[in-house]
């Protein structure tokens, strides 16, 4: 999986280099990448699976002023917190824009089941464009949610980065 995120990201990165018709501008609303979170559990838990680990998420961005939002599909390989990979569709509302700070939901899916409760999150960061075309997102995030499988209140931190292809 992880040969595959290099792949996509350098991929997203030559296009947005080589990209010489419809050019972005620098006030480029909408933004569209990959990247990954390195998380770690507040909680010690009981659970044969790791306390921290990495996962990987597909991004999509719409920030045109102060306000934005964000939506993003994580994928969780399985044995890090689960007995199979589990995937939770994600939504921020965002504010700031190089500089900013966000609120979310997320809903768990894995083994065929969606999670009963929703996660919850905050995030703050930094978007930085590096080119017309290119962003890079370094984040914190903090998520916390009720799993009824390890019986237990869940509360995580996460540091991530993206890069998005940006038009």
Not at 74 to 83: C, H, N, W
Request: hydrophobic fraction near 45%; charge should be negative.
């Amino acid at each position: 999986m992880t040969k595959k995120l290099i792949v996509l990201v350098v991929a997203i990165a030559a296009l947005g280099v080589f990209q010489n018709t419809a050019q972005a501008n620098e006030n480029s609303d909408v933004q569209i990448g990959a990247g990954a979170h390195y998380w770690v559990s507040l909680e010690d838990l009981d659970t044969k699976f790791d306390d921290n680990a990495l996962s990987y998420y597909a991004t999509i961005r719409y920030n045109p002023s102060l306000w934005g939002v964000e939506a993003n599909v994580e994928y969780y390989p399985k044995e890090t917190l689960f007995a199979k990979a589990a995937y939770e569709p994600q939504a921020f509302f965002i504010l700031g824009n190089t500089l900013y700070a966000g609120i979310g939901l997320g809903w768990l899916y894995s083994d065929g089941d969606w999670a009963d409760d929703p996660t919850y999150a905050f995030k703050a960061g930094f978007n930085i464009k590096l080119m017309d075309t290119i962003a890079i997102d370094i984040n914190a995030n903090y998520k916390f949610t009720k799993w009824d499988d390890i019986d237990a209140d869940l509360s995580t931190i996460n540091l991530g980065a993206a890069v998005r292809f940006c038009f």
